[in-house]
């Protein structure tokens, strides 16, 4: 078996050879700890007939074991002064292709097709850079790729928001956005120590599976998404006065919302966080006509 590159001394071996410091403005927190990696990469239920697309490889602690589960492995990592690294590091995997581009400009797709020939099993699997977690996750779903689904480690606050279930209190619209998507669930909660340097925040890592088709069939994604949005902007109000504010001359159209809510059976007086998934669409279907 060869030597992991996610120990703390090997970690430090390979900083010193190459002279390298990280940039705390890529979000770069090396993992350190072999067991976690495999707990991570376990939860993607990878094998040899299965690609992985690594957001971040940094010094290649996650990119091997996945190069040793996986049958490729595609890596997108935005800080050039990695490269080298990643090629010492790396060079006893022949499974790897690694890209230098940043995540949010690159063609994915391109990519795919260019790297990933012939492989059916795609899953994202990252540390993510904890700066941009969102917007990453949000690309790699809008742009509909070929893909399984993602694990991931982020902050916990936001891996919390993005599982929660309606009723609590970190419910809302990254919940919704995610949940249309995807099936998303709590994985690992993961202690600070298993970093390097150790972030500020505490970690978890999720699983999101990607649905078939997405959980509501609705007339316009994005005025869906508006209507969701606008629901929470104010977690306290109730559900018509954030709509009478977020919609376009809401206070003018109050009588629409109150009967598209009537249409919907939603009580006006529920607060968004109250709301399913399906009710949100079956709200935005009914507002749809009225606002467009
Ligand atoms: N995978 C490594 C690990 O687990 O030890 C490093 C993870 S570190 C949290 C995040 C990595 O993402 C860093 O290598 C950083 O340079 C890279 N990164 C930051 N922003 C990026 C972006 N926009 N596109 C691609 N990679 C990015």
Known sequence: MMKDIATPIRTQEIMAKHGLTVKKSLGQNFLIDPNILRKIVGKANLSKQSAAIEIGPGIGALTEHLAREAGKVLAFEIDQRLLPVLADTLSPYDN????????????????????????????????????????????????????????VMLQKEV?????????????????????????????????????????????????????????????????????????????????????????????EKKELILKALEEAEIDPSRRGETLSIKEFGLLADKLYPYFS
């Open 96 to 151: 790897i292709s690694i890209i230098h581009s940043d995540i949010l400009k690159a063609d994915v797709e391109k990519a795919i097709k260019e790297e990933l020939a012939g492989y059916e099993d795609i899953v994202v699997v990252a540390n993510l850079p904890y700066y941009v977690t969102t917007p990453i996750i949000m690309k790699l779903l809008l742009e509909k790729l070929p893909i399984r689904g993602l694990v």
């Open 159 to 251: 891996a919390e928001r993005i599982t929660a279930q309606p009723g609590t209190k970190a419910y809302g619209s990254l919940s919704i956005a995610i949940q249309y998507y995807t099936e998303a669930e709590m994985a690992l909660t993961v202690p600070k120590t298993v970093f390097m340097p150790q972030p500020n925040v505490d970690s978890a890592v999720i699983r999101m599976i990607k649905r078939p088709e997405p959980q509501v069939k609705v007339i316009n994604e994005d005025f869906f998404f508006q209507v969701t949005r606008g629901s929470f902007v104010q977690r306290r109000k109730t559900i018509l006065n954030n709509l009478q504010t977020a919609m376009p001359n809401g206070k």
